[in-house]
């Protein structure tokens, strides 16, 4: 008897979750299949009537396309070059900020300012940094540098287009490594610095009455105690990596990329809404598809590399 | 003797080194934290002061680190080019309703999942779970045709409705849930406490800075939304905040009037600070769970 009342109660608390997560997640992950094996299908036509065949050459044309191919790029280029680096600082800040005492707090609150902030606006913040100042459409007339390149000359250095009209393409590559190193930097060190505080102290005690180099305690003691948190910064680095998009949108606006080269920057998930604004559901869902295909074995790489490595 | 006096200054001398050693790694610890701390900080400080230059000082081929003349006026123009009032207004419309729907969903949710007993109920967990290893913008192809055959085009609803549920909440709630013992549940039941008001004078102040956090992240969330809006609900009735920003300057490089623009990337990070500033012990803690923006 309670059983069955409990078995009511649970379904009835559950109702208007289940409810919404049919509507707006499973069915869309059907659909999305569906959508993605009729031949040019286009939900414009399918509300007009049209009828569209079965097929999988939405994956054929989104993948010929070389829109396409350029957004893997830029998206591949941009996982690898930021998730190394950002984890690498990120470890780097995390082991000398649990190192000291004095300013600690207040450091460790400055590091995860970053994450409190809408990185379209920020962006723009990044781009008025990079921008030469005052540069006319015509590209002839600019009245000074902007502030990194003021601060790389003062070095020494020589100034740099990085955004502006005829920039080239590693320049905007690089001002878009720096946006979203800085960006992912504090989730990064947040986790690593709470992993490194549960560490027992005893090992690092042990270490010492022994004698073992600084060096050596890093690699043989923090790196391997610290395996599991690095790896989950990584996989959710890899995940986010792959679905860049609203950061490039900050710093170049929905041209994603400088005024005179269109769509230079645009990613994965650029391409997956370029289809949908012109109505190509089915090429769209086939690019949803291979995105998700390319993060579930991005994923499960990482976690059979990390098996080998973590101690837990 | 005198081998021995040799030996305690050798000694002396080594302890010496060493805190020299140690002062210097203690020194380059801080000189890296903090050279690290000030690159973090610079695009804060440069978006603060350029904002308030005048558009001629900002053009200085020598910059300024402080403006000669502050101009608070770059925030009147801002706010009223962006249009801002009207965007936080409906931006705390959808951030307040859609986190209370969103609050009561994952607690009747967690709450089944963590203390009711029914069928199938693991199986449906770990099939909740899997869906967050989708990408969201593989649901979002289909929820524009969804939302537009409901004829939610352009109305709060159709920012509130499509992301009531998270999964990831619901999963946090309900491991929070389950930290409270049975017996509570077993004695308020002998008592004869309805199950809502157990929930609601039991588990929900038990549970509450879980509460806390969810409540922050998808108040962010709402803050920080861009691509959903952008393709629903993009007209001036109903545009958010970060829709907003990116529309009224469309352009970031070239020939531009930073000062302005600036002040209004200002305007809309300022809340994000206060709430940081107040609240930053539940947002750190929900975070490094979470591993999401909002």
Redesign the interface.
């Known amino acids: 008897m309670v059983d069955n009342k409990q078995q009511w109660k649970a379904w009835l608390y559950l109702s208007p979750a289940i409810v919404l997560l049919l509507v707006f997640t499973v069915w869309p992950i059907f659909n999305t299949v569906r959508m993605s094996l009729l031949e040019n299908y286009s939900g414009l036509k399918a509300a007009g009537g049209a009828v569209f065949e079965f097929g999988i050459g939405n994956f054929q044309k989104v993948v010929e396309y070389k829109r396409f191919k350029e957004c893997l790029t830029n998206t591949v280029l941009l996982c690898v070059l930021t998730v190394p680096i950002s984890t690498l600082l990120a470890l780097l800040i995390a082991v000398t900020l649990n190192s000291i005492k004095p300013l600690q707090k207040l450091l460790q609150t400055i590091f995860f300012l970053p994450y409190v902030t809408n990185s379209i606006a920020i962006g723009m913040v990044f781009a008025a940094m990079f921008n030469i100042i005052g540069l006319r459409p015509d590209g002839v007339t600019a009245d000074t540098w902007g502030i990194i390149n003021n601060v790389i000359q003062f070095f020494g250095g020589k100034p740099v287009n990085w955004v502006n009209q005829g920039s080239q393409y590693w320049a905007n590559m690089t001002v878009m490594v720096v946006y979203i190193v800085w960006n992912a930097l504090p989730f990064k060190i947040l986790v690593l610095l709470g992993g490194l505080q549960s560490i027992n102290k005893q090992y690092y005690d042990a270490a010492k009455v022994d004698g073992t180099s600084r060096k050596r305690v890093f690699t043989r003691i923090t790196v391997p105690l610290l395996s599991p948190m690095l790896a989950y910064v990584i996989i959710t680095g890899f995940i986010g990596g792959f679905k860049e998009y609203s950061s490039i949108v900050g710093i170049f606006g929905e041209t994603m990329g400088p005024p005179d080269a269109a769509g230079r920057l645009n990613t994965m998930v650029g391409f997956i809404y370029d289809a949908l604004s012109t109505n190509s559901q089915g090429r769209a869902s086939a690019a949803a598809l291979i995105l998700f295909a390319i993060i579930l074995a991005v994923t499960l790489f990482n976690n059979m590399v990390i098996k080998k490595h973590t101690h837990y | 003797m005198d081998n021995n006096v040799m030996h305690a200054k050798d000694l002396q001398q080594t302890s010496f080194n060493q805190k020299i050693i140690k002062f210097g790694v203690?020194f380059l610890?801080?000189l890296?934290?903090?050279t690290?701390?000030l690159?973090?900080?610079f695009?804060?400080y440069?978006?603060i002061i350029?904002s308030l230059k005048s558009l001629a000082e900002?053009?200085?081929?020598?910059?300024t680190f402080w403006p000669k003349k502050i101009i608070w006026y770059n925030y009147v123009e801002a706010f009223n080019a962006a249009n801002l009032g009207k965007l936080f207004v409906n931006t705390m419309i959808v951030g307040v309703a859609s986190t209370l729907l969103s609050l009561?969903?994952?607690v009747?949710?967690a709450?089944?999942f963590a203390r009711?007993?029914?069928?199938g109920?693991d199986t449906m967990f770990t099939l909740?779970l899997a869906?967050m290893?989708?990408?969201?913008?593989?649901?979002?192809?289909?929820?524009?045709?969804?939302v537009t055959q409901l004829n939610w085009m352009n109305t709060y609803t159709v920012l509130i409705?499509?992301?009531?549920?998270s999964v990831f909440y619901?999963f946090l709630l309900r491991q929070n849930f389950l930290q409270i013992p049975n017996e509570l549940y077993l004695a308020a039941k002998v008592d004869g406490t309805s199950?809502l008001k157990y929930l609601w004078k039991v588990m929900v102040p038990l549970a509450l800075p879980t509460l806390i956090s969810i409540t922050i992240l998808k108040m962010?969330g709402a803050?920080?939304s861009?691509?959903w809006p952008r393709?629903v609900a993009n007209d001036e009735a109903h545009r958010l905040?970060?829709n907003g920003?990116?529309n009224a300057?469309?352009?970031?490089?070239?020939?531009?009037n930073?000062p302005v623009?600036?002040a209004a990337?200002a305007l809309?990070?300022a809340p994000?600070?206060l709430?940081?500033i107040f609240l930053?012990k539940y947002?750190?803690a929900g975070?490094?769970r979470s591993?999401i923006?909002g």
Do not use: H
């Open positions: 203690k610890a801080y890296f934290l903090c690290m701390a690159i973090v900080l695009p804060f440069w978006m350029s900002y053009r200085l081929n020598v910059p009561v969903i994952t009747l949710s709450f089944a009711l007993e029914f069928k109920r909740l869906t290893m989708i990408p969201g913008e593989l649901f979002t192809i289909t929820n524009y045709t969804t409705v499509p992301f009531l549920v619901i199950d962010m803050w920080n861009y691509m393709l905040i970060t920003l990116r300057f469309t352009t970031t490089t070239g020939d531009v930073y623009q600036m990337v809309v990070s994000l600070f709430v940081f930053r947002i750190m975070v490094s591993g923006k």
